[in-house]
């Protein structure tokens, strides 16, 4: 006997918690390219060209780099406000985004407005080639 009792219904078992876990990463995965489509097309041309053009220069720490990032939206959420911020992946020719919460005076000492460049410290992900957001500059 090649299996041990219950060797099939275990495999059987693992095939599907991965097919769900790989449907639910798909699902996402395409939510999110379409919000950022949505976000590209309400944008400049001049702002999607200066987003593109934007420069990373190291700074303290491993892998850490400084660059400005492009606020995409800005929204109250209770005593909070939240900042959509999108980079540019020139290793990959494409855009992304992270989302920031921030109080209102720390949104507005850090220039938090809606199609406005803020500085932001990133980390450069040798692996993946992309600058990931740590925080804001």
Do not use: W
Not at 33 to 58: C, G, H, V, W, Y
Not at 63 to 90: I, Q
Not at 100 to 123: C, H, M, Q, W, Y
Request: charged share 25%.
């Amino acid at each position: 006997m090649l299996f041990r009792p219950g060797a099939i219904a275990g495999l059987i078992i693992g095939v599907v918690v991965c097919g769900i876990i790989a449907f639910v990463a798909i699902k996402l995965s395409k939510k999110e390219n379409a919000s950022i489509d949505a976000i590209l097309a309400t944008l400049p041309e001049e702002l999607k060209d200066t987003l593109r053009n934007q420069t990373f220069t190291e700074t303290q720490g491993k892998d850490m780099f400084t660059s400005n990032a492009l606020v995409t939206s800005v929204t109250e959420d209770g005593d909070k406000v939240k900042a959509t911020l999108m980079f540019y992946m020139e290793e990959h020719d494409g855009y992304y985004t992270r989302n920031v919460k921030l109080t209102e005076s720390e949104a507005d000492s850090k220039g938090i407005k809606a199609n406005r460049f803020v500085p932001v410290i990133l980390k450069y992900d040798r692996e993946m080639h992309y600058y990931d957001f740590k925080k804001l500059a």
